[in-house]
Protein backbone atom coordinates (compact mmCIF):
# COMPACT_ATOMS: atom_id res chain seq x y z
CA UNK A 1 0.00 0.00 0.00
CA UNK A 2 1.43 3.22 -0.62
CA UNK A 3 0.29 6.70 0.66
CA UNK A 4 -0.37 9.69 -1.75
CA UNK A 5 1.22 13.09 -0.79
CA UNK A 6 -0.43 16.56 -2.38
CA UNK A 7 2.18 19.45 -1.71
CA UNK A 8 4.99 17.01 -1.49
CA UNK A 9 7.34 19.54 -2.92
CA UNK A 10 6.56 21.91 0.24
CA UNK A 11 8.06 23.26 3.50
CA UNK A 12 6.22 20.79 5.89
CA UNK A 13 5.44 18.34 2.26
CA UNK A 14 9.31 17.38 2.12
CA UNK A 15 9.73 16.79 5.67
CA UNK A 16 6.84 14.29 5.57
CA UNK A 17 7.79 12.38 2.41
CA UNK A 18 10.84 12.12 4.58
CA UNK A 19 9.60 10.69 7.87
CA UNK A 20 7.40 8.09 5.71
CA UNK A 21 10.27 6.72 3.69
CA UNK A 22 12.50 6.73 6.58
CA UNK A 23 9.57 4.32 8.27
CA UNK A 24 9.57 1.98 4.86
CA UNK A 25 6.38 3.52 3.59
CA UNK A 26 6.23 3.52 -0.38
CA UNK A 27 4.73 7.77 -1.15
CA UNK A 28 3.68 8.72 -4.05
CA UNK A 29 3.91 12.62 -4.61
CA UNK A 30 1.53 14.28 -6.09
CA UNK A 31 3.47 16.86 -8.26
CA UNK A 32 2.20 19.87 -10.77
CA UNK A 33 5.86 19.13 -12.20
CA UNK A 34 6.98 15.61 -11.87
CA UNK A 35 9.98 16.34 -13.76
CA UNK A 36 11.37 17.74 -10.32
CA UNK A 37 10.92 14.40 -8.72
CA UNK A 38 14.90 14.40 -8.55
CA UNK A 39 15.11 17.37 -6.84
CA UNK A 40 12.37 16.16 -4.33
CA UNK A 41 14.09 12.70 -4.25
CA UNK A 42 17.44 14.74 -2.85
CA UNK A 43 15.47 16.51 -0.10
CA UNK A 44 14.04 13.47 0.97
CA UNK A 45 17.25 11.83 0.99
CA UNK A 46 19.21 14.99 2.91
CA UNK A 47 16.55 14.85 5.75
CA UNK A 48 16.87 11.15 6.25
CA UNK A 49 14.55 9.47 4.35
CA UNK A 50 14.65 6.70 1.48
CA UNK A 51 14.52 8.61 -1.77
CA UNK A 52 13.92 5.14 -3.54
CA UNK A 53 10.63 4.52 -1.82
CA UNK A 54 9.26 8.43 -3.35
CA UNK A 55 7.44 8.26 -6.85
CA UNK A 56 5.20 10.83 -8.35
CA UNK A 57 2.17 11.19 -10.13
CA UNK A 58 1.05 14.63 -12.47
CA UNK A 59 -1.88 15.98 -10.29
CA UNK A 60 -2.59 20.00 -10.17
CA UNK A 61 -5.35 20.68 -7.30
CA UNK A 62 -7.16 23.52 -9.65
CA UNK A 63 -8.02 20.52 -12.31
CA UNK A 64 -11.28 18.80 -12.96
CA UNK A 65 -10.40 15.19 -11.07
CA UNK A 66 -6.99 17.07 -10.05
CA UNK A 67 -6.33 16.32 -13.44
CA UNK A 68 -4.77 12.52 -12.49
CA UNK A 69 -4.95 10.48 -15.76
CA UNK A 70 -2.36 7.75 -14.34
CA UNK A 71 -4.06 5.11 -12.65
CA UNK A 72 -2.67 4.60 -9.14
CA UNK A 73 -1.75 1.42 -7.00
CA UNK A 74 -3.50 0.88 -3.92
CA UNK A 75 -3.52 3.62 -1.02
CA UNK A 76 -3.59 3.34 2.76
CA UNK A 77 -3.91 7.06 3.12
CA UNK A 78 -3.90 10.38 1.34
CA UNK A 79 -2.21 13.76 3.21
CA UNK A 80 -3.27 16.61 2.04
CA UNK A 81 -1.19 19.45 2.47
CA UNK A 82 -1.06 21.13 -0.77
CA UNK A 83 -2.56 24.67 -0.46
CA UNK A 84 -1.70 27.98 -2.02
CA UNK A 85 0.09 29.18 1.19
CA UNK A 86 0.54 33.67 0.42
CA UNK A 87 -0.82 36.72 1.59
CA UNK A 88 -2.87 39.12 -0.15
CA UNK A 89 -4.37 36.47 -2.60
CA UNK A 90 -7.22 36.71 -4.65
CA UNK A 91 -10.17 35.39 -2.89
CA UNK A 92 -11.60 33.67 -5.91
CA UNK A 93 -8.15 31.59 -6.79
CA UNK A 94 -7.95 30.97 -2.89
CA UNK A 95 -11.30 29.31 -3.06
CA UNK A 96 -10.37 27.63 -5.90
CA UNK A 97 -7.24 25.83 -4.83
CA UNK A 98 -7.97 25.60 -0.99
CA UNK A 99 -11.68 25.09 -1.30
CA UNK A 100 -12.23 23.18 -4.25
CA UNK A 101 -9.20 21.31 -4.57
CA UNK A 102 -9.26 19.84 -1.45
CA UNK A 103 -12.72 18.21 -1.61
CA UNK A 104 -11.13 17.03 -5.04
CA UNK A 105 -8.27 15.01 -2.69
CA UNK A 106 -11.18 13.99 -0.24
CA UNK A 107 -13.04 12.34 -3.30
CA UNK A 108 -9.59 10.82 -4.27
CA UNK A 109 -9.19 9.24 -0.40
CA UNK A 110 -13.56 8.30 -1.06
CA UNK A 111 -12.38 6.13 -4.23
CA UNK A 112 -9.58 4.59 -2.70
CA UNK A 113 -11.27 3.53 0.67
CA UNK A 114 -8.47 5.15 2.25
CA UNK A 115 -7.51 7.03 5.59
CA UNK A 116 -7.90 11.01 4.65
CA UNK A 117 -5.19 13.48 6.80
CA UNK A 118 -6.23 17.17 5.76
CA UNK A 119 -4.06 20.00 7.29
CA UNK A 120 -5.64 22.49 8.25
CA UNK A 121 -4.52 24.86 10.98
CA UNK A 122 -4.55 25.86 14.31
CA UNK A 123 -7.32 28.47 14.04
CA UNK A 124 -9.80 26.20 14.00
CA UNK A 125 -9.74 25.53 17.91
CA UNK A 126 -9.89 29.16 18.41
CA UNK A 127 -13.31 29.18 18.87
CA UNK A 128 -14.20 32.73 19.97
CA UNK A 129 -11.87 33.97 17.02
CA UNK A 130 -13.81 32.47 14.72
CA UNK A 131 -17.16 33.70 16.43
CA UNK A 132 -15.77 37.60 15.87
CA UNK A 133 -14.85 36.62 11.93
CA UNK A 134 -18.75 35.12 11.22
CA UNK A 135 -18.11 31.27 11.82
CA UNK A 136 -20.52 29.53 14.25
CA UNK A 137 -18.81 26.15 14.69
CA UNK A 138 -22.25 24.42 16.08
CA UNK A 139 -23.73 26.08 12.68
CA UNK A 140 -21.13 26.10 9.91
CA UNK A 141 -23.59 25.99 7.49
CA UNK A 142 -24.93 29.20 8.30
CA UNK A 143 -21.29 31.06 7.83
CA UNK A 144 -21.42 33.96 5.08
CA UNK A 145 -18.16 32.96 3.23
CA UNK A 146 -18.15 36.38 1.42
CA UNK A 147 -17.46 38.03 4.84
CA UNK A 148 -15.17 35.95 6.40
CA UNK A 149 -12.94 35.88 3.21
CA UNK A 150 -13.49 40.28 3.25
CA UNK A 151 -12.52 40.44 7.10
CA UNK A 152 -9.43 37.25 6.84
CA UNK A 153 -8.31 37.50 3.30
CA UNK A 154 -8.25 34.90 1.06
CA UNK A 155 -5.80 32.39 3.07
CA UNK A 156 -7.09 32.02 6.35
CA UNK A 157 -10.55 32.18 5.03
CA UNK A 158 -9.90 29.57 2.13
CA UNK A 159 -8.39 27.05 4.43
CA UNK A 160 -11.27 27.52 6.81
CA UNK A 161 -13.76 27.11 4.44
CA UNK A 162 -12.10 24.25 3.50
CA UNK A 163 -11.82 22.26 6.44
CA UNK A 164 -16.02 22.81 7.05
CA UNK A 165 -16.51 21.37 4.15
CA UNK A 166 -14.08 18.58 3.83
CA UNK A 167 -15.67 17.57 7.42
CA UNK A 168 -19.12 17.98 6.12
CA UNK A 169 -18.37 15.78 2.81
CA UNK A 170 -16.53 13.17 4.84
CA UNK A 171 -18.98 12.53 7.07
CA UNK A 172 -21.41 12.18 4.15
CA UNK A 173 -19.22 10.32 2.64
CA UNK A 174 -18.21 7.98 5.22
CA UNK A 175 -14.90 8.92 4.59
CA UNK A 176 -12.10 8.55 7.08
CA UNK A 177 -10.74 12.02 7.73
CA UNK A 178 -8.21 12.79 10.33
CA UNK A 179 -7.54 16.81 10.68
CA UNK A 180 -3.86 17.60 11.59
CA UNK A 181 -4.26 21.50 12.96
CA UNK A 182 -0.75 22.77 12.60
CA UNK A 183 0.46 26.19 14.81
CA UNK A 184 2.80 28.68 12.59
CA UNK A 185 5.57 26.28 11.13
CA UNK A 186 9.15 26.78 13.06
CA UNK A 187 12.64 25.31 11.50
CA UNK A 188 14.00 21.73 11.89
CA UNK A 189 14.42 20.96 15.74
CA UNK A 190 17.86 20.24 15.11
CA UNK A 191 19.22 22.25 12.30
CA UNK A 192 16.87 25.29 11.98
CA UNK A 193 16.00 24.73 8.57
CA UNK A 194 13.46 27.14 7.50
CA UNK A 195 12.36 28.17 4.08
CA UNK A 196 12.03 31.67 2.94
CA UNK A 197 8.57 31.78 1.84
CA UNK A 198 7.77 30.85 6.01
CA UNK A 199 5.91 33.51 7.80
CA UNK A 200 8.55 32.64 10.94
CA UNK A 201 11.36 33.75 8.35
CA UNK A 202 10.17 36.82 7.54
CA UNK A 203 9.30 37.41 11.38
CA UNK A 204 13.37 36.92 11.78
CA UNK A 205 14.17 38.88 9.12
CA UNK A 206 12.02 41.80 10.39
CA UNK A 207 13.89 41.69 13.93
CA UNK A 208 17.22 41.41 11.95
CA UNK A 209 16.37 44.33 9.28
CA UNK A 210 15.53 46.25 12.47
CA UNK A 211 11.73 46.62 11.33
CA UNK A 212 10.00 45.04 14.13
CA UNK A 213 10.56 48.30 16.54
CA UNK A 214 7.51 47.36 18.59
CA UNK A 215 5.89 44.44 20.00
CA UNK A 216 2.46 43.70 17.86
CA UNK A 217 -0.24 42.91 20.90
CA UNK A 218 0.32 42.78 24.26
CA UNK A 219 2.45 40.52 26.90
CA UNK A 220 -0.16 38.15 27.06
CA UNK A 221 0.04 37.80 23.00
CA UNK A 222 1.88 34.75 21.42
CA UNK A 223 2.42 32.86 17.97
CA UNK A 224 2.16 29.33 18.54
CA UNK A 225 4.90 27.20 16.67
CA UNK A 226 5.49 23.71 16.34
CA UNK A 227 9.36 22.61 14.84
CA UNK A 228 8.51 20.94 10.60
CA UNK A 229 9.87 18.08 11.71
CA UNK A 230 7.84 17.28 14.99
CA UNK A 231 4.53 18.26 12.81
CA UNK A 232 6.14 15.77 9.86
CA UNK A 233 6.43 12.89 12.89
CA UNK A 234 2.87 13.69 13.59
CA UNK A 235 1.54 13.73 10.22
CA UNK A 236 3.10 10.01 9.63
CA UNK A 237 2.29 8.61 12.92
CA UNK A 238 -1.32 9.95 12.13
CA UNK A 239 -1.32 7.53 8.79
CA UNK A 240 0.09 4.51 10.86
CA UNK A 241 -2.37 4.60 14.14
CA UNK A 242 -5.15 1.99 14.15
CA UNK A 243 -7.31 4.71 15.93
CA UNK A 244 -6.17 8.30 15.54
CA UNK A 245 -7.96 11.29 17.54
CA UNK A 246 -10.26 12.72 14.96
CA UNK A 247 -8.62 16.03 15.33
CA UNK A 248 -4.73 17.17 16.92
CA UNK A 249 -3.53 19.87 17.08
CA UNK A 250 0.03 20.57 16.39
CA UNK A 251 1.25 23.12 18.64
CA UNK A 252 3.72 23.97 21.29
CA UNK A 253 2.00 25.60 24.39
CA UNK A 254 5.48 26.08 25.84
CA UNK A 255 6.19 28.38 22.66
CA UNK A 256 7.11 31.89 25.06
CA UNK A 257 4.81 34.40 24.64
CA UNK A 258 5.56 37.26 21.38
CA UNK A 259 8.03 39.63 22.85
CA UNK A 260 10.22 36.93 25.08
CA UNK A 261 10.22 34.76 21.48
CA UNK A 262 11.27 38.05 19.63
CA UNK A 263 13.93 38.54 22.69
CA UNK A 264 15.20 35.00 21.82
CA UNK A 265 15.50 36.10 18.32
CA UNK A 266 17.29 39.06 18.50
CA UNK A 267 19.85 37.60 21.32
CA UNK A 268 21.04 35.06 18.64
CA UNK A 269 21.15 37.46 15.85
CA UNK A 270 23.24 39.98 18.18
CA UNK A 271 20.34 42.51 17.59
CA UNK A 272 18.06 44.75 20.15
CA UNK A 273 14.65 43.33 21.03
CA UNK A 274 11.78 45.28 20.50
CA UNK A 275 10.10 46.45 23.85
CA UNK A 276 7.01 48.64 23.34
CA UNK A 277 3.55 46.92 22.30
CA UNK A 278 1.80 48.19 19.51
CA UNK A 279 -2.33 47.21 20.08
CA UNK A 280 -3.30 44.73 17.08
CA UNK A 281 -5.70 46.94 16.39
CA UNK A 282 -3.86 50.27 15.78
CA UNK A 283 -1.44 48.09 13.72
CA UNK A 284 -3.88 46.71 11.76
CA UNK A 285 -5.27 50.88 10.84
CA UNK A 286 -1.42 51.50 10.13
CA UNK A 287 -0.98 48.89 8.31
CA UNK A 288 -4.14 49.80 6.29
CA UNK A 289 -1.85 53.11 4.84
CA UNK A 290 -1.26 52.72 1.29
CA UNK A 291 2.62 50.83 1.27
CA UNK A 292 2.47 50.17 5.20
CA UNK A 293 2.32 46.87 4.33
CA UNK A 294 5.47 46.67 1.45
CA UNK A 295 7.27 48.82 4.00
CA UNK A 296 6.97 47.07 7.46
CA UNK A 297 7.24 43.68 5.67
CA UNK A 298 4.49 42.16 7.44
CA UNK A 299 0.53 41.95 6.06
CA UNK A 300 -2.75 42.45 7.78
CA UNK A 301 -3.72 39.31 6.74
CA UNK A 302 -0.59 37.66 9.18
CA UNK A 303 -2.10 39.66 12.59
CA UNK A 304 -4.86 37.27 13.30
CA UNK A 305 -2.30 34.17 14.22
CA UNK A 306 -0.60 36.66 16.52
CA UNK A 307 -3.48 36.44 19.80
CA UNK A 308 -3.85 35.67 23.09
CA UNK A 309 -5.28 32.58 23.46
CA UNK A 310 -4.48 29.07 25.14
CA UNK A 311 -5.49 25.63 23.64
CA UNK A 312 -5.82 22.46 25.54
CA UNK A 313 -3.19 20.16 24.16
CA UNK A 314 -3.71 16.86 26.00
CA UNK A 315 -4.83 14.67 23.43
CA UNK A 316 -1.62 15.73 21.37
CA UNK A 317 0.28 15.20 24.29
CA UNK A 318 -1.23 11.50 24.76
CA UNK A 319 -0.50 10.58 20.73
CA UNK A 320 2.52 11.75 20.89
CA UNK A 321 3.76 9.66 23.70
CA UNK A 322 2.11 6.53 22.20
CA UNK A 323 4.13 7.54 19.11
CA UNK A 324 7.26 8.23 21.04
CA UNK A 325 7.34 11.68 19.24
CA UNK A 326 9.17 13.96 21.76
CA UNK A 327 8.39 17.63 21.28
CA UNK A 328 11.99 19.70 21.84
CA UNK A 329 12.44 22.51 23.63
CA UNK A 330 10.89 25.16 21.97
CA UNK A 331 13.25 28.13 22.91
CA UNK A 332 16.45 25.98 21.43
CA UNK A 333 14.09 25.57 18.11
CA UNK A 334 13.87 29.64 17.86
CA UNK A 335 17.53 29.84 18.56
CA UNK A 336 18.37 27.21 15.75
CA UNK A 337 15.86 28.66 13.64
CA UNK A 338 17.44 32.32 13.91
CA UNK A 339 21.11 30.69 13.53
CA UNK A 340 20.44 29.28 10.52
CA UNK A 341 18.56 32.61 9.36
CA UNK A 342 21.92 34.38 10.02
CA UNK A 343 24.05 31.54 7.82
N1 LIG B 1 3.69 26.69 7.28
C1 LIG B 1 2.85 26.98 8.26
O1 LIG B 1 3.14 27.78 9.17
C2 LIG B 1 1.49 26.30 8.27
C3 LIG B 1 0.71 26.38 9.43
C4 LIG B 1 -0.55 25.76 9.44
C5 LIG B 1 -0.99 25.06 8.33
N2 LIG B 1 -0.20 25.00 7.22
C6 LIG B 1 -0.71 24.25 6.05
O2 LIG B 1 0.23 23.23 5.73
C7 LIG B 1 0.21 23.00 4.33
C8 LIG B 1 1.61 23.04 3.76
O3 LIG B 1 2.22 24.26 4.12
P1 LIG B 1 3.71 24.62 3.66
O4 LIG B 1 4.20 25.63 4.62
O5 LIG B 1 4.48 23.37 3.44
O6 LIG B 1 3.38 25.32 2.26
P2 LIG B 1 4.32 25.57 0.99
O7 LIG B 1 5.75 25.41 1.33
O8 LIG B 1 3.85 26.85 0.39
O9 LIG B 1 3.91 24.38 0.01
C9 LIG B 1 2.71 24.41 -0.70
C10 LIG B 1 2.62 23.13 -1.51
O10 LIG B 1 1.35 23.15 -2.20
C11 LIG B 1 1.58 22.84 -3.56
N3 LIG B 1 0.57 23.48 -4.41
C12 LIG B 1 0.22 24.78 -4.47
N4 LIG B 1 -0.73 24.95 -5.41
C13 LIG B 1 -0.98 23.73 -5.95
C14 LIG B 1 -1.83 23.26 -6.96
N5 LIG B 1 -2.66 24.07 -7.65
N6 LIG B 1 -1.83 21.94 -7.25
C15 LIG B 1 -1.01 21.08 -6.58
N7 LIG B 1 -0.16 21.47 -5.61
C16 LIG B 1 -0.15 22.78 -5.30
C17 LIG B 1 2.97 23.40 -3.86
O11 LIG B 1 3.46 22.72 -5.01
P3 LIG B 1 4.40 23.41 -6.13
O12 LIG B 1 5.80 22.91 -5.84
O13 LIG B 1 3.85 22.88 -7.40
O14 LIG B 1 4.27 24.90 -5.99
C18 LIG B 1 3.70 22.99 -2.58
O15 LIG B 1 4.08 21.65 -2.65
C19 LIG B 1 -0.74 24.03 3.72
O16 LIG B 1 -1.99 23.41 3.55
C20 LIG B 1 -0.82 25.10 4.79
O17 LIG B 1 -2.06 25.77 4.75
C21 LIG B 1 1.03 25.59 7.17
Redesign the pocket.
Known amino acids: MSILV?????????YVCAALTSQGQQVIA????PE?LASLRASVKQFGGDPHLLNAVH?????SK?GITESLPALSAVI???????WGMSHQAAHQ??VV?ALSVADLASAHHCRFIL????MLENISHLARIGIDINQPRATQWQKVYRRTGG?EAS?LEAAIRVREYCLEKNIELVEV?????AGHSQTGDL?I????YSLIDNVATGRLAMVPGSPAHWLPL?P?DVLADIIAAACSADTPPVRILALDKHTPNLQPMLAVVAKSLRKRAPQQYLPVALLRFLLRIPGMQTLMRTSIEALDFIQTTRFDTDITTAFMQQHNIVMPNINQVIINSSERYRT
Open positions: TGATGFIGRMMRREGDLDLLHLGARFATNGITGFYKQPATVDAQPLIV
